[in-house]
Structures are given as C-alpha cells and as structure tokens.
C-alpha cells in the first residue's frame, strides 16, 4: 500500500519541486568577488558568497516582487536564449541566470554584458537582493563585533530603503529590536534602529522601483 501512495502522490503532483530561480555573479577582485542569490516560487531566498556554503543566509521575499521576477524569467524564455550582447564592454563580472522548474536538469544562460531590456531589469533586481542580504550581514556583524560601526551599517540600510532598493526589509526587523533595545548602544543609534523599525513594520509587503518599468 506504501509503494502504491508514493506512486499515485508522483503522479498527482504531490512531490513537484517548486520552481526556482538564481543568480550568480562572478567577478574576482570585486567585493564580494563571488555571490548567489536562489529564490524559490514560495519566496524563500538563500544568499551565499561560496559555491561550497552549505550555511547561506536566508529570507522571503514578498509574493508581489517573487510574481515580478518570476514574470521576467517567463519574458526571456526561462533563459533558453543567448542574453550576451557580444559589444566590446568592460568585464563587469560573469552574470548567470538559472531556472529549474524539477522536469530536467534546467535551463541557464551567462553573460557580461546584455542590450535586453529585461534582462537588464531582472540583473538589478538580483542585485538589490544581494546588497539588501549583504547589508544585513554587515549589519548583524558590527552588532556583535563592532559597536562603533553599528550606526554606519544602518546608513547603509536606510540609503537602501530611501532608494527602493532594499529587498524583503521585515528580514530586518528582529536585528532592529535587537539594537533598540541594547542599552550599550548610543541613544542616536537605537533611536535609528527604532525608527527604521517602525518604517519597515507599516510598509506595504513591496514598493516597486519607478525607475523601473
């Protein structure tokens, strides 16, 4: 009977693999010269600056930005085409776009440099995901390590947030009550945290950028 439920729940669907999509950037002598960003159709990010991390940091997403990427993966084909614009530009790293949808081994496509407006629009968005990711490990980090840097990490944050630009910012909120509350803390700095706090608690679960189209 066991064998016969595995059997009939694979048939119906039951085991289907979410679809997932990912960015790597790749750029030696950058900062960090190595990034991935994973994120499933749940919403669930994974960032990691190794190949080999087997710890990434991880957050979710709001479900009307997973929508907008997951769209602009749909609009470039699921990266069956070629995106590379073949100009003579500048090395800015090498850019891979993976979709993986569990029906076979995926589809991905690298590039330096694409002239595809979509392309381009969905490259910024993994990017800000991975600032937003970035700043939160620097953040968490001069919480523990480095006091004096704490106020500086929240510039960061907050340039991020003023500019739209900031990915899942309820990720934040724990670390921010984590520094309101840290009496050791200078009161400029707690008061920061708890006004950014506040901000990311009443925002709408996603703001999207006017810059982009």
Same mark, same amino acid.
């Given at each position: 009977?066991?064998?016969?439920?595995?059997?009939? %729940?694979?048939? #119906?669907? @039951? &085991? $289907?693999? =979410?679809? +997932? !999509?990912? /960015?790597?950037?790749?750029?030696?002598? *950058?900062?960090?010269?190595?990034?991935?960003?994973?994120?499933?159709?749940?919403?669930?990010?994974?960032?990691?600056?190794?190949?080999?991390?087997?710890?990434?940091?991880?957050?979710?997403?709001?479900? %009307?930005?997973? #929508?907008? @990427? &997951? $769209?602009? =993966?749909? +609009? !470039?084909? /699921?990266?069956?085409?070629?995106?590379? *614009?073949?100009?003579?530009?500048?090395?800015?790293?090498?850019?891979?776009?993976?979709?993986?949808?569990?029906?076979?081994?995926?589809?991905?496509?690298?590039?330096?440099?694409?002239?595809?407006?979509? %392309?381009?629009?969905?490259?910024?968005?993994?990017?800000?995901?991975?600032?937003?990711?970035?700043?939160?490990?620097?953040?968490?980090?001069?919480?523990?390590?480095?006091?004096?840097?704490?106020?500086?990490?929240?510039?960061?944050?907050?340039?991020?947030?003023?500019?739209?630009?900031?990915?899942?910012?309820?990720?934040?909120?724990?670390?921010?009550?984590?520094?309101?509350?840290?009496?050791?803390?200078?009161?400029?700095?707690?008061?920061?945290?708890?006004?950014?706090?506040?901000?990311?608690?009443?925002?709408?679960?996603?703001?999207?950028?006017?810059?982009?189209?």
């Amino acid at each position: 009977m066991r064998f016969v439920l595995i059997a009939l %729940a694979c048939s #119906t669907g @039951l &085991f $289907a693999v =979410a679809p +997932k !999509l990912s /960015y790597t950037r790749s750029f030696p002598g *950058s900062t960090p010269d190595y990034f991935c960003v994973g994120l499933d159709r749940s919403g669930a990010i994974e960032y990691k600056e190794s190949p080999t991390d087997d710890q990434p940091l991880k957050a979710q997403l709001p479900d %009307a930005q997973v #929508t907008e @990427l &997951f $769209a602009m =993966a749909e +609009k !470039l084909n /699921y990266f069956k085409t070629p995106l590379e *614009s073949g100009l003579k530009v500048a090395n800015t790293g090498k850019k891979t776009l993976r979709y993986e949808d569990g029906n076979g081994p995926g589809n991905e496509v690298t590039f330096n440099y694409s002239v595809n407006e979509v %392309a381009q629009q969905l490259q910024d968005k993994f990017e800000q995901i991975g600032a937003s990711e970035r700043a939160y490990i620097e953040l968490d980090r001069t919480v523990h390590y480095d006091r004096l840097g704490v106020n500086d990490a929240l510039a960061e944050v907050e340039t991020l947030w003023l500019h739209k630009q900031l990915a899942a910012p309820k990720q934040f909120v724990p670390l921010l009550t984590r520094i309101t509350n840290r009496e050791t803390l200078m009161h400029l700095v707690r008061d920061r945290a708890a006004r950014l706090k506040e901000e990311f608690e009443a925002a709408p679960d996603y703001a999207p950028d006017p810059k982009q189209k």
